[in-house]
């Protein structure tokens, strides 16, 4: 099991190296494994693409489900700021995570057709709707929130930044639901 983790975050990790375009040899690389040793357990990359993004998932939908209780019923601003950090922290200890958000923002695109619709079914039906509900915007304010945090979070997979500003890029997500500058 402990294995298969050091697999997944060596492939989320190769996802952004690469763009996207990255194969077992990358993922033995960047797990500093030999190349049987991940073939083992993943003959293809679309396999470990797959257990990489259903691992992401299951952390977010929890994240999101934890906040939920706690704020359960109608949250007001303040509670969704907190969701924004929470969710920034969440992304910035786990590039798989990161990873359903950043994929959920290109339309999942770089997964291969058959697996492309049951993706953005999940993140709509267990992520996106449910915050949309939680935040009780109808509007298009949730994807404006969603983007300044993937877009922001996106600078530190790829500029190699070490640290989010995580209290600022929060308060620029809540600038963009609520409509405040």
């Keep these: 099991m402990q294995r298969r983790e050091q697999i997944l975050d060596a492939a989320a990790r190769a996802y952004f190296r690469t763009g996207g375009s990255f194969d077992i040899r990358d993922v033995a690389r960047e797990a500093e494994l030999g190349y049987g040793t991940v073939y083992h357990y993943y003959p293809n990359r679309h396999l470990l693409i797959e257990d990489v993004l259903g691992s992401g998932f299951e952390r977010c939908e929890q ?7 706690i704020y359960g019923g109608s949250p007001d601003d303040r509670q969704l ?3 924004c950090k929470a969710l920034l922290r969440l992304w910035q200890s786990d590039t798989r995570a990161y990873l359903v958000y950043k994929m959920a923002a290109e339309h999942y695109a770089g997964l291969p057709e058959k697996d492309r619709h049951p993706a953005k079914r999940r993140f709509m039906e267990r992520l996106y709707v449910p915050l949309q509900s939680i935040a009780q915007r109808e509007d298009d304010s949730v994807d ?21 500003d995580v209290d600022r890029i929060a308060k620029l997500a809540m600038q963009a639901i609520t409509k405040e500058y």
């Design 144 to 164: 404006h929130m969603l983007a300044v945090l993937v877009g922001c979070c996106g600078l530190r997979y790829y500029a190699g930044t070490s640290k989010l």
């Design 81 to 83: 700021l907190t969701y």
């Design 63 to 69: 994240a999101l489900a934890e906040w939920a209780n």
